[in-house]
């Protein structure tokens, strides 16, 4: 299955965890204090918790349940409950492929994860209540500044000499994250203006499409 | 001598709101704790006569009564805050743009909050139409928490924490107990991160701490 | 399958203070069930009009399903004089009814879950303790359990070792035994009444019978509901929702002895109902 992009670097300094879902799969991913991100299943094989509940220790991620350590490996490092404890190697995390690129993290439940190469800068991460094909119709279908974008391939759309470009990662049927990238070193107000078009874009959507 | 009594249901996000200021304030303050469930001690008799709007916190102080919890942040804020920073309230900018924050705070009250005493306790009202709502909140929530990452700036208004943020942070960090995650709103995410990094934060039940700023306990 | 043995046992639907003020509409293993007081007379209908059994113990209404439902259990220090009795209201928490029951009886998450209250980081310890399932009464037992607890209850000064008994009379109840401060020579009893509103979905009733001269009731019944708040968010986030019995799925460590016997006795009786395992 190819890399599903998940979330923007920004949004994950270090120490810091969030939730992701990619192909139906639930998925933790964080950052050590080092840098180096890490995405796993995000269930602990004690107690089933979500990992994603969890807080960064130095370069371990410890469950919030009963604070179990786990090392960037996966193996469980730390059983507070035991701390004389060497945990058994059997008790690990599961991992996934994970990337970073352009300012986007990118994940891959089999095989290796990259990120896609493009000169832009990451705008937000949203979700919206509808399909990939929806949202994409929305979205050529939305104007900004009374004019609509001229749409191109892979859910990019100008408007004159901006760009924005919709990366979609699929949650259900009618659900779907995107991250929005735009042209570089836009101005604030052109930002905020272009998020803005990505609220309308999204009201249309989950009104059922382009009308 | 304490700076004021709160009327105080520990399960209480409007209730939280103050016991927050109070500690990011440092202030030692006296509790009642009142059976706001399962009991409905609130709407007693003798509660009703301090409050009739029968809700809870109440905030008494000398002859002081007050019983609208953005009046007491503001109460809080311009009678103990000698920086006068939670709350700029003589700052004809700064100062209406939080009145407009403490507006939006009693609107996710009515959401995100009615939809997870719904959730959680079951109480008598449309639950599905408390998250429709509260989804919209959280939405208009994060697009405006988006144009501080743009702008380079972390709090609700100017460049410090103030009772704005104090007030909207509690329903939106419990919106999970109603089922209302927070995935697709990384902003927020970010700033309630931010909060509950301060100094003197507290937390409530359904807020973790950060253990992560304890010392490890061990490697 | 999995309601076979479920049906069969007594559930708590309603506790003295909720039907004051009119009947309680509610479920139970997915059957919608009317309760209409007062409490010591209180009836519990279906919506086809069948008429349950009911009874007033423990501050609650108890009913069940079945047509060879097991005798109630018994907590005797619910009757003893001086003691206050706390029903504390209900919870609704989307999990699995015997996570719910699992969760209470955990110690090793008190640093994490109920910070400063019940545990702290370092003292994370949890020290060997006895476990066994009593064959007269067909229980689960845990004694001789022992944590340092920085606010143990409400009458607790200054932070004490706390020592506790747990106790699993039924699949949905559990019962704990604690160290109670102002009375060194007996315990306090705090105890969850779990009523499966479906195998997934279940109101919470905890109880309590102390000795606390002290406190108001609500500052009792606040104290609990903190502690259970604080694992209502752990309790929603834990996969599969269902609790697994086979032991391969999760993975149990030295201070889980309890939770090990838990799941054991539930897969002895067949009390599937909330459980994920082959044999559901």
């Known amino acids: 299955m190819p890399s599903m992009p998940v979330g923007l670097t920004r949004d994950l300094p270090a120490g810091r965890v969030m939730h992701a879902e990619v192909d139906e799969v639930d998925v933790v991913v964080w950052r050590a204090a080092n840098g180096e991100i890490a995405a796993w299943n995000n269930r602990c094989p004690h107690r089933g918790m979500a990992l994603s509940h969890g807080f960064v220790r130095g370069n371990s991620l410890a469950c919030l349940y009963h604070g179990w350590h786990y090392e960037r490996s996966g193996r469980c490092s730390y059983i507070p409950a035991h701390p004389d404890l060497e945990p058994p190697a059997t008790i690990h995390a599961t991992k996934y492929a994970i990337a970073e690129e352009g300012g986007v993290i990118w994940v891959a439940i089999d095989g290796d994860a990259s990120g896609s190469e493009n000169d832009l800068d990451p705008l937000r991460s949203m979700i919206v209540d509808a399909s990939e094909e929806t949202l994409l119709t929305a979205a050529s279908a939305t104007a900004l500044g009374g004019g609509l974008p001229d749409a191109g391939p892979e859910g990019q759309f100008s408007f004159g000499a901006d760009v924005v470009r919709l990366l979609c990662n699929a949650l259900g049927d009618d659900r779907t994250q995107v991250t929005v990238l735009a042209s570089p070193a836009l101005p604030v107000p052109r930002r905020r203006a272009l998020s803005r078009w990505c609220e309308a874009m999204r009201r249309l959507a989950e009104k059922g499409g382009a009308s | 001598m304490t700076a004021f009594t709160l009327y105080n249901y520990v399960l209480s996000g409007n209730c939280y709101k103050i016991r927050l200021m109070a500690s990011l304030l440092g202030l030692d303050y006296e509790t009642i704790a009142v059976n706001f469930y399962p009991g409905f001690e609130h709407r007693s008799d003798a509660m009703l006569a301090l409050n009739p709007a029968g809700t809870l916190p109440v905030l008494t102080a000398g002859d002081t009564v007050l019983t609208d919890t953005q009046a007491m942040l503001g109460w809080l804020a311009l009678n103990h805050d000698p920086s006068r920073q939670w709350y700029p309230a003589a700052d004809p900018l700064l100062g209406p743009e939080v009145l407009q924050w403490l507006a939006f705070s009693g609107r996710l009250t009515n959401s995100a909050g009615l939809a997870r005493l719904h959730a959680m306790l079951n109480w008598p009202v449309d639950g599905e139409a408390a998250r429709r709502a509260a989804v919209r909140d959280l939405r208009e929530l994060e697009l405006i928490l988006t144009d501080r990452v743009f702008e380079g700036r972390t709090w609700l208004v100017g460049d410090r924490p103030t009772i704005a943020d104090i007030a909207c942070f509690p329903y939106v960090a419990l919106s999970p107990d109603a089922g209302l995650e927070h995935d697709g709103y990384p902003a927020i995410r970010n700033w309630l991160y931010a909060v509950r990094s301060l100094p003197g934060f507290t937390t409530m039940p359904g807020i973790h701490e950060l253990h992560e700023l304890r010392e490890p306990a061990d490697g | ?280």
Request: hydrophobic share 35%; proline share 8%.
């Open chain 3, 1 to 280: 399958m999995s309601l076979d043995y479920a049906k069969n046992d007594w559930y708590a639907v309603a506790d003295i203070f909720c039907l004051k003020d009119g009947p309680r509409q509610t479920r139970l293993l997915g059957t919608d069930l009317t309760v209409t007081g007062p409490a010591d007379t209180a009836t519990v209908t279906d919506a086809e009009g069948n008429r349950y059994p009911a009874q007033l113990r423990f501050d609650h209404v108890w009913t069940t399903l079945g047509d060879a439902p097991r005798t109630l259990f018994e907590i005797p220090q619910g009757d003893e004089p001086g003691r206050r009795r706390v029903p504390c209201g209900v919870v609704r928490v989307r999990c699995s009814p015997l996570r719910a029951v699992e969760n209470f009886l955990d110690i090793a998450h008190f640093p994490f879950v109920h910070t400063d209250i019940l545990g702290s980081e370092p003292q994370t310890e949890v020290r060997p303790y006895n476990v066994e399932i009593r064959d007269e009464t067909d229980e689960v037992w845990a004694t001789q359990v022992k944590f340092f607890q920085p606010q143990a209850a409400r009458s607790a000064g200054d932070g004490i070792i706390t020592e506790y008994d747990y106790r699993v009379p039924a699949p949905t109840t559990a019962v704990l035994y604690k160290t109670c401060p102002p009375k060194p020579e007996a315990q306090d009893v705090i105890a969850i009444f779990v009523q499966p509103v479906s195998e997934t979905e279940c109101d919470v009733w905890p109880w309590m019978a102390l000795y606390d001269d002290e406190s108001t009731f609500s500052e009792m019944v606040q104290f609990q509901h903190e502690i259970f708040v604080q694992d209502r968010s752990i309790l929603e986030n834990q996969r599969p929702v269902k609790l697994p019995l086979d032991p391969r799925m999760e993975i149990p460590m030295r201070a889980d002895l309890t939770s090990v016997a838990y799941r054991r006795w539930l897969k002895k009786h067949g009390a599937f109902y909330g459980a994920l395992t082959e044999d559901a």
